[in-house]
């Protein structure tokens, strides 16, 4: 075999392997997406129809090129199978300070229920699992439709939201014009 035509043929066998690695993820809306490092992770959201909640953790490695339309998705949602990992939407998502987890807070989901510890949960991304971080004093209330920012050293800002029946409480809208400051261990 030429030279030119074995080339040829590793880089069309690494190309089907690359494809091969990707799945396409299931249409959904209100998930949130956060980036460490090289890769984005996008967990939780919903399907619109019927509108249900899911625990979709999907990641991306952006440190190579792909094939817009074939990206290479890989499917993590077999981490999310405990009950404890947070059924939600309309949540907030930021990275830890050691760039190696991820935290999630709040959120809704389509079976209307309120979610252990306001749905904070944080999934590490090197050993791949997911823990509650322990016991918070003055956890804010649960809500949805929230926005986050956060700092290099851990502290993440989450801003306004609302309770609705999506939160667990009853069905009357409430809006939370408050703004709360989150490290790993207080909310204040
Ligand atoms: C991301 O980068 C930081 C800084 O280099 C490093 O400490 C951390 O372990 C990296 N995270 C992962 C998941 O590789
Ligand atoms: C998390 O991962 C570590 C390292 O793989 C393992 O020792 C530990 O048991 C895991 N924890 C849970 C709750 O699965
Ligand atoms: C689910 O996660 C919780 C919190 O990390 C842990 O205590 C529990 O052992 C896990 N359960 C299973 C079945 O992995």
Redesign the pocket.
């Known amino acids: 075999m030429s030279k030119p035509t074995f080339l040829a043929i590793v880089t069309l066998l690494a190309t089907i392997a690359h494809r091969a690695t990707g799945f396409i993820p299931a249409s959904q809306y209100n998930q949130a997406a956060v980036l460490?490092?090289d890769?984005i992770y996008v967990f939780g959201g919903s399907i619109i129809r019927p509108y249900t909640t899911v625990k979709s953790l999907y990641s991306l490695d952006i440190s190579q090129p792909w094939i817009s339309t074939n990206p290479s998705w890989v499917d993590l949602t077999i981490t999310t199978g405990n009950s404890t990992v947070p059924l939600s939407d309309s949540h907030a998502m930021w990275p830890s300070a050691?760039?190696?987890s991820f935290y999630v807070w709040g959120g809704g989901n389509s079976r209307g229920q309120p979610l252990l510890q306001s749905g904070f949960a944080q999934y590490n991304?090197?050993t791949r699992n997911w823990t509650l971080p322990s016991a918070i004093i003055n956890m804010p209330q649960q809500r949805d439709y929230i926005s986050a920012s956060w700092t290099s050293s851990g502290v993440a800002y989450i801003w306004a939201g609302e309770g609705d029946y999506y939160t667990g409480r009853p069905a009357v809208y409430q809006t939370f014009p408050t703004f709360y400051r989150l490290s790993k261990i207080s909310f204040s």
């Open positions: 460490i490092n890769t050691d760039g190696e991304t090197v």
